[in-house]
Every structure is written in C-alpha cells, then in structure tokens.
C-alpha cells in the first residue's frame, strides 16, 4: 500500500510524484485520463502529434529546468536570447551579462521613440528601487499609468508580456504578479530572460517520460470521487485505497466536489469556486512548406496578442498561433478565425505556403483571471497531511506568487513534496540541498 497518494497527473502532480520517488517515498499518482500532462499535453491530429495548446517557458523557470533534467528530456528545448517582435516594434536583448543587457535591448528597440525607451528603462528601475514589491496589489494598467507610462508602450510593449505571462488583460491583470514576472525575467540574469521553445510535443517533453521513469506508481484512468478522513489516514474514493498523506493536485475547478466531506476545508473550497477563468484558445495550420518565420516566435497584434510559432519540430510546415485570455476571437466562427489570422501571419512573414489542414483546439477554463489581490490557498491546508498542489496556490508572500504558468505547477508540486518529507520523523530531507 502507498503511504502517499498524489490525485491529478498535470505538471504538479508529476513534480510532487517525481520529487517523492527519487526520495524513495511509497506515492501512487491518480489520473482520471488515459495520459499524463494536464492542460499541457500532447494530442493526436491526423497523425501528427501537437500540443493541446501553445506554451512558452523562460529560462527563469528553475523548478521547471530541473523537472526536465531529472526525466531526460532538458535536451528537447531550444534556447534562445529573448526578442520580441509585433507589428511596428522589436526588442532584442544581446548576449551580455545583466543588466547590460536589457539596458543594451531598450537601447536598440525599433519602433519607441528616445523618450519612450527611457520611460521604460526609469519604469523597470523604480520596481528595482522598492524589491517589486508593491505597498498593495492593484491592477497592472493602474501601476502603468502611475509610473506614467505612454499608451503606445504599454501596447507595444508592457501589455503582451502581460497577457503572454498572466493570460489576463492588463486592465485586471495583478500588478504584484506582473512585477514578479518582470523581476524574474527582464530584471534577471541575461540567462532568465532567454526564451526556452519546446522542440517536441508536450507529452513526450513530461507526461510520457514520466510515465516511463515512474512505472506502476501511476494509475491512468483511475478517478478520485472523493476523500474522506479514516481511522488510518485518508480514503480515496474511487480506488477505494486509504493513504496516510494526500496531494490534491487537480483543476481547482474539482476541489469542491472532492472536499466536500472535510468541513476543515470549506472556507478554500469557497474561495477557489469564486475563481474566474480564462481560455486559451490555439489555432493549429500545416503547410505545404514551411512559412518564412524571421524568428520562431512572432506577435502578430490585433488586440488581442496572438503570437504564432513555429512548429517545424513536429512536422515540417506546422504552425501554431496562440490567443490568450477573452476576446472576441473565441465568439468568432472558426472559418473566419483562421481567415483573420491567416491574414495577420501573412503580414508578418510575407506570401503564405498552401495550407493542407488546420484545427483549433480551445481550452475553455485553461487558467484562472489573475486578478488583484486574489485570495489563493497555500499548499499547506488546515487538515494535517492534506496539501495542495496547482498553480493556483501561493504562498503569503505575494512577491513568491506566480501566474497560471507550467513553472507555478512544477514549483507548487516541488514545494508540497517537500513540506511532506520534512514532516516525516527521522527524515534526513533538507530542502536547501533539493
């Protein structure tokens, strides 16, 4: 019998099941689904296998990296120097030591005036100046205008890296977890802000190097309906298994249902029920030959920051073109979505090859409104040997609170293992040499 069970098989749960196995801790991971991965998975399309939708990691993802390195699969990123290119503006940041090189990439960005570039530079200083930390959580647009920041920047500039990294419009986006961002990636090493491409489905890239490392200890297609405190610990529902210790490390979407026998827990299942939810909605294009992509990750604007990538990795010609958060993209039918960014990606990388086929795939609930001074639980619950893991969980300190990123999931799945293996007596764990 497990000592430990971990319910939902997303990049949390893998990182707390990985982070305990190779403590030699007995864990089973429970996943209703027939594959790992979440709402970061491969997917079959007429025989090509792509991602269920487009994610972007930054070399300041740490927890991530070394997720990736102990399952192998660190090799199948491309790193790349960070550049941003939309309509009407590129930022580059060159291959020199921080913070030379943000200085050197506002320096030399096209498309902002002198007076705008400095704007920007005196912007990123004043966060510095106060640790970014904020006196209280506002949102993103508010703390723009304070710093006085001109409309055409924060379009260009300040609003995609928003919705690219909080997929939530800088209108209501927090501004805590927007300086956070930036912290860790504009104001970090010049290695941090280098843009890290998946260069193979995201299954094979977590899920199904997991399921290959971690063998019998994972159960797919095995659903936890419930959980209920024992005699001995805690019965799952479902797999009708007791277990001394539970990682609740599904949607929060589902911890309602399956709290609803803890009354400990009501007060958290409340406040993640009041949670709204953002789609991310991905618009998948093969071509005969691959389009002329001058960088592999293109803004296309429009309003609504759609960047396209190029997918070449998982079959030649493969494009993939992402819209984050609400828009009036996701009421548009499907035809004339593909048409308008068909059109907006012709624009970008000139004459478009024949297109073969096409798909769009819309994760409705993908992640939650980062909004301003949400009330997320810590992965530390009120019942004893309860956690929870998700990248909807933070910690007290707001300057530690990530957004519905792959890296806020491997973290809070990291960070649950190790509040575990510190509870256990006798334990030899020591978190600063994990």
Same mark, same amino acid.
């Given at each position: 019998?497990?000592?430990?069970a971990?319910?939902?098989?997303?990049?949390?749960?893998?990182?707390?099941?990985?982070?305990?196995?190779?403590?030699?801790?007995? @864990?089973?991971?429970?996943? =209703?689904?027939?594959?790992?991965?979440?709402?970061?998975?491969?997917?079959?399309?007429?025989?090509?296998?792509?991602?269920?939708?487009?994610?972007?990691?930054?070399?300041?993802?740490?927890?991530?990296?070394?997720?990736?390195?102990?399952?192998?699969? #660190?090799?199948?990123?491309?790193?790349?120097? $960070?550049?941003?290119?939309?309509p009407?503006?590129?930022? #580059?940041?060159?291959?020199?030591?921080?913070?030379?090189?943000?200085? =050197?990439?506002?320096?030399?960005?096209?498309?902002? /005036?002198?007076?705008?570039?400095?704007t920007?530079?005196?912007?990123?200083?004043?966060?510095?100046?106060?640790?970014?930390?904020?006196?209280?959580?506002?949102?993103?647009?508010?703390? &723009?205008?304070?710093?006085?920041?001109?409309?055409?920047?924060?379009?260009?500039?300040?609003?995609?890296?928003?919705?690219?990294? $909080?997929?939530t419009?800088? %209108?209501?986006?927090?501004?805590?977890?927007?300086?956070? *961002?930036?912290?860790?990636?504009?104001?970090?090493?010049?290695?941090?802000?280098?843009?890290?491409?998946?260069?193979? !489905?995201?299954? /094979?890239?977590?899920?199904?190097?997991?399921?290959?490392?971690?063998?019998?200890?994972?159960? &797919?297609?095995?659903?936890?309906?419930?959980?209920?405190?024992?005699?001995?610990?805690?019965?799952?529902?479902?797999?009708?298994?007791?277990?001394?210790? @539970?990682?609740?490390? *599904?949607?929060?979407?589902?911890?309602?249902?399956?709290?609803? !026998?803890?009354? %400990?827990?009501?007060?958290?299942?409340?406040a993640? #029920?009041?949670?709204?939810?953002?789609?991310?909605?991905?618009?998948?294009?093969?071509?005969?030959?691959?389009?002329a992509?001058?960088?592999?990750?293109?803004?296309?604007?429009?309003?609504?920051?759609?960047?396209?990538?190029?997918?070449?990795d998982?079959?030649?010609?493969?494009?993939?073109?992402?819209?984050?958060?609400?828009?009036?993209?996701?009421?548009?039918?499907?035809?004339?979505?593909?048409?308008?960014?068909?059109?907006?990606?012709?624009?970008?990388?000139? @004459?478009?090859?024949?297109?073969?086929?096409?798909?769009?795939?819309? %994760?409705?609930?993908?992640?939650?409104s980062?909004?301003?001074?949400?009330?997320?639980?810590?992965?530390?619950?009120?019942?004893p040997?309860?956690?929870?893991?998700?990248?909807?969980t933070?910690?007290?300190?707001?300057?530690?609170?990530?957004?519905?990123t792959? %890296?806020?999931?491997?973290?809070?799945?990291?960070?649950?293992?190790?509040?575990?293996?510190a509870?256990?007596?006798? /334990?030899?764990?020591?978190?600063?040499?994990?």
């Open positions: 019998m497990s000592s430990i971990i319910i939902g098989g997303g990049w949390a749960g893998i990182a707390c099941a990985v982070e305990l196995a190779d403590a030699g801790r007995a @864990v089973t991971l429970y996943e =209703s689904a027939k594959q790992l991965g979440g709402r970061a998975r491969g997917v079959d399309w007429n025989g090509i296998r792509i991602d269920n939708g487009q994610h972007l990691m930054i070399g300041a993802y740490g927890a991530t990296l070394r997720l990736l390195r102990r399952l192998g699969t #660190a090799h199948l990123l491309e790193r790349r120097p $960070l550049q941003l290119r939309v009407g503006f590129r930022l #580059a940041l060159p291959r020199l030591p921080a913070p030379l090189h943000l200085a =050197s990439g506002l320096l030399l960005a096209r498309g902002l /005036s002198l007076a705008e570039k400095w920007a530079a005196r912007f990123m200083q004043a966060l510095k100046a106060i640790h970014y930390r904020l006196p209280e959580d506002l949102p993103a647009s508010s703390l &723009l205008r304070r710093h006085r920041q001109p409309p055409a920047l924060i379009a260009k500039l300040w609003a995609p890296i928003c919705i690219a990294a $909080l997929n419009p800088v %209108e209501t986006a927090s501004a805590q977890v927007f300086c956070n *961002v930036l912290r860790d990636s504009l104001a970090g090493s010049r290695a941090d802000s280098d843009l890290l491409m998946n260069r193979a !489905d995201l299954g /094979s890239l977590v899920g199904d190097a997991a399921l290959a490392q971690l063998g019998p200890r994972i159960k &797919l297609g095995e659903k936890v309906t419930g959980i209920a405190r024992s005699a001995s610990g805690f019965h799952l529902a479902g797999p009708e298994q007791v277990v001394k210790q @539970v990682v609740l490390a *599904v949607h929060p979407g589902r911890l309602p249902t399956l709290l609803a !026998d803890l009354p %400990e827990m009501a007060d958290i299942g409340k993640v #029920a009041g949670f709204t939810w953002q789609p991310i909605l991905t618009l998948w294009l093969r071509f005969a030959t691959p389009p992509f001058p960088f592999p990750m293109l803004g296309l604007g429009d309003g609504h920051a759609p960047w396209a990538f190029e997918r070449n998982l079959a030649p010609g493969l494009v993939a073109i992402v819209m984050s958060a609400d828009g009036p993209h996701i009421r548009l039918p499907a035809e004339r979505l593909r048409d308008d960014y068909l059109d907006l990606l012709a624009r970008a990388v000139g @004459v478009l090859p024949a297109l073969l086929d096409w798909k769009i795939i819309t %994760e409705k609930r993908a992640t939650w980062c909004t301003p001074s949400l009330p997320r639980p810590d992965n530390r619950t009120p019942v040997g309860l956690y929870l893991a998700g990248d909807y933070a910690t007290m300190d707001t300057t530690d609170a990530y957004p519905a792959l %890296e806020g999931a491997v973290r809070s799945g990291v960070k649950c293992a190790h509040l575990i293996l509870a256990t007596p006798n /334990s030899t764990f020591n978190p600063q040499h994990a």
